[in-house]
């Protein structure tokens, strides 16, 4: 007996002990997916997606409404009430529209022949009967055509934001029109479908759209074959942003479809197999007999065997989709975890936990399990020992999202270099804006080189670095974008109907320090010196009377007329940004440029006058210069590391008084709560860096120059298994600015810490006044 009450005993102080420890919180819950989907032109889009994606995978399934347009370049607008399908790759935050490949669209009306033989018959009718108004959304009759030919009209569904929901990993939605519950869930490879049909019907339907398309990506090539009861392969090639894409995919039902049919873009070709540029195919259910349709789709851009061993990495869970849900959630936790912040304020953590999930879906997974992908020559390459990323937005990326990956993911972080230098291999230049295997041409400079200088210096990553000094040394002297007459005339000359060519002279001098820095890391001395020499080209620009960079003809002589205010796309000076923005872009040699505008005094009052002018910017389609203040725009990149220059010249309280008038006034928990593209995570990574209180305003020198903290703590646990923590003591509403620093207990005695101090784990003790 005494035995028995002695096992009774231990048993419930065992219970009692672990009933007594805390679950691990659920940060996903704080995670909102709308945040960036919504806004205007005027006021800035995010041009983020509400669907479900894995941190870094290869699909990103995802609603589309079926429009084309600078407020869909992720194939979704919270401003709309109309889905068009769900696909299964998307941009995010990008500033140009492509992708929404493999789109289906489940229905319970007829599927009638005229209707995807002769879309434009019925396409004037469906738009009156749902109140579309094509000319609110697009700028030009071509336009609304494309939106008639490329588009299903008959099929498309009305939904209401009361029925939609998102998290990481997880999308719902109810199409109102046939009353059919939508759920889209993710693998790392892999998506899945579960469609509810709530309406009896002779027939629930899914219609696989091959011809879909929004903004840039037209159809040219397009395939299905039936291989088994349930099972399909195919394969969808288009011609968009950049070059060619190709999306491989294979698809399993559940259920065996009662009726199976493709149609072309002209004409019904049967029930086993078809090729064209359009392929529509239509798979039908027993209504009576089965109400759900649950589905998965495996995809590659290599082929379509690798498209099939994508599938089969999750054999394991049949057609389980709450445990592919449940499994993925986790795996978001685990992520978002890292970063443990400590508030009473739920909204904040909401902002910042979606800012983190936001900075860890971009770049994409390319290579398939196989280790295949789509090089760059267009031919099947594969990445041997490392995983190759694709969607690299390395003018945005460059200045917080790569920094912050390099401390939290370097395993990743040196898969992104392997997968720019095989690139290199491939083709002779590094990816300036990397698209799916190909070169997007986007944006100016050649911003591979701080990324690849970043890891070279603070010594991440087991990739060639003699090969990469080699890329970075070829990609400095390939001529684009104004790149031969830098080299020429020590600038890019306003007079040579050159877009931006201030902008490019500034950011071809930072890609030059750079490349010296990594080329003193690996001591060649001669190329440091070739390339500091380079470093200072900017100052060519600089116009000491208005104390502004400024465009200068190839006489030596300024451009006129010149206006600091005008910003208009296109301009011969400026890139999305004007010379009050662009001026204070020289992060290689700020205390240089604080010479240059009048030393500690009269940078003050430029950086005053920067944030206090009226906010008007001169000029047409400016609509990238957003979120502003003053003439400051944090809607755009170029000025992300501006409001910690004040810490140079020791107003420190200023940097923080902006810093959190950005905070507060520019990112919001709601659908329109970013001031501007979200860029693949740059402005997120921007908020994440910020409301920890420190920022790397210039990568590769290793600092974070401190700014005004958000949290009264945050946890950072890094991949080496340190930890690196920050406290806001006595921080409040009131509270927001920084009385006195602490690191590792003992005063600061400049305004940043170093990459050292992050990696190496420690505290970082802010004391906060009013």
């Known amino acids: 007996m005494q035995r028995i009450f002695l096992i009774i005993s231990v048993l419930s102080a065992f219970l009692l002990s672990n009933c007594s420890k805390k679950a691990p919180e659920d940060l996903t819950k704080y995670v909102d997916p709308f945040i960036g989907t919504g806004g205007s032109k005027e006021t800035g889009h995010g041009n983020t997606f509400p669907g479900a994606a894995y941190p870094f995978g290869m699909v990103q399934l995802s609603p589309d409404n079926g429009k084309s347009g600078p407020l869909y370049c992720s194939g979704y607008s919270y401003n709309d009430n109309i889905i068009a399908g769900f696909s299964h790759t998307h941009l995010s935050g990008t500033g140009a529209g492509d992708l929404a490949d493999i789109s289906f669209m489940p229905t319970i009306k007829p599927i009638k022949e005229e209707y995807f033989t002769q879309p434009d018959s019925f396409a004037n009718r469906f738009i009156k009967e749902h109140g579309i108004d094509l000319k609110k959304y697009y700028d030009s009759d071509e336009e609304d055509q494309k939106f008639k030919r490329n588009i299903l009209l008959e099929y498309l569904s009305r939904f209401s934001h009361e029925k939609e929901k998102a998290s990481p990993g997880y999308y719902y939605v109810n199409l109102t029109d046939d009353d059919i519950d939508v759920e889209l869930t993710v693998t790392e490879l892999t998506g899945w479908h579960r469609y509810t049909f709530n309406k009896p019907a002779k027939r629930n339907n899914v219609i696989l759209d091959l011809g879909f398309s929004i903004n840039r990506g037209k159809p040219v090539k397009t395939f299905i074959e039936r291989t088994g009861d349930k099972s399909f392969i195919g394969y969808r090639f288009t011609d968009g942003w ?106 904040r953590k909401t902002i910042f936990y979606t800012a983190l999930y936001h900075s860890y879906l971009v770049p994409y997974r390319f290579s398939d399990v196989l280790g295949e992908y789509k090089g760059f020559n267009n031919t099947v390459e594969k990445a041997n020992g490392y995983v190759q990323y694709t969607v690299l937005s390395l003018w945005d990326t460059f200045r917080a999202l790569q920094p912050w990956l390099l401390i939290m993911k370097p395993h990743l972080y040196n898969d992104i270099v392997k997968s720019m230098l095989a690139k290199y291999k491939q083709t002779g230049v590094l990816p300036y804006w990397e698209i799916m295997g190909n070169e997007g041409g986007s944006m100016i400079g050649y911003h591979a080189v701080p990324v690849i200088a970043d890891a070279i210096i603070k010594g991440v990553g087991d990739f060639d670095k003699e090969l990469a000094l080699k890329a970075m040394i070829d990609i400095s002297n390939h001529d684009r974008k104004g790149l031969g007459l830098y080299l020429k005339y020590h600038y890019v000359p306003a007079d040579t109907n050159q877009w931006g060519t201030v902008s490019e002279t500034l950011e071809f001098s ?68 004007n010379a009050w923005q662009y001026s204070f872009f020289v992060p290689h040699d700020n205390e240089e440029l604080i010479k240059l505008m009048g030393g500690k005094n009269g940078f003050e009052i430029m950086m005053d006058s920067l944030f206090e002018q009226p906010s008007v910017i001169l000029g047409r389609w400016t609509e990238d210069i957003v979120g502003r203040i003053g003439q400051y725009a944090h809607g755009n990149e170029p000025d992300h590391h501006v409001p910690y220059l004040y810490d140079l010249i020791g107003k420190e309280r200023k940097a923080q008084f902006r ?58 646990s890094l991949p080496s298994g340190k930890t690196f923590t920050v406290t806001a003591k006595n921080i409040s509403g009131k509270n927001r600015y920084v009385k006195s620093v602490k690191l590792n207990g003992k005063p600061l005695e400049h305004p940043y810490i170093t990459y050292e101090n992050i990696v190496n784990g420690g505290i970082l003790e802010f004391d906060m006044e009013q």
């Open 659 to 716: 810093i959190n008038q950005i905070v507060d006034s520019l990112y919001t928990a709601a659908p329109d709560g970013l001031c501007g593209n979200d860029d693949c995570g740059q402005m997120s990574a921007w908020y994440v860096f910020s409301s920890l209180g420190f920022y790397p305003v210039n990568p590769p020198d290793g600092k974070y120059y401190l700014g005004a903290p958000q949290f009264e703590k945050a946890m950072i």
């Open 242 to 347: 950049g070059g060619p894409k190709k999306v491989f995919f294979t698809l399993e039902f559940k259920n065996t479809p009662v009726d199976y049919r493709i149609f072309d873009a002209e004409k019904p070709v049967g029930d086993k197999s078809a090729e064209g540029n359009g392929i529509k195919a239509v798979f039908s259910f027993d209504g009576a007999k089965t109400k759900q349709i649950i589905f998965k789709v495996g995809i590659s851009s290599g082929s379509i065997k690798g498209a099939v061993a994508d599938l089969k990495t999750v054999e394991n869970y049949g057609f389980d989709f709450n445990k592919v849900k449940a499994d993925t959630r986790r795996k978001w936790n685990e992520e978002l975890s890292k970063v443990k912040v400590t508030s009473g304020n739920n909204t």
């Open 510 to 577: 930072y890609d030059d320090w750079c490349l010296a820095q990594a080329a003193k890391a690996m001591g060649k001395d001669d190329i440091y010196a070739e390339y500091m020499k380079r470093a200072k080209y900017y100052k060519n620009l600089f116009d000491p009377e208005y104390r502004l960079m400024r465009g200068k003809n190839r006489d030596g002589s300024w451009y006129e007329p010149f206006d600091p205010r005008f910003g208009e796309y296109g301009n011969p000076h400026f890139v999305e940004a």
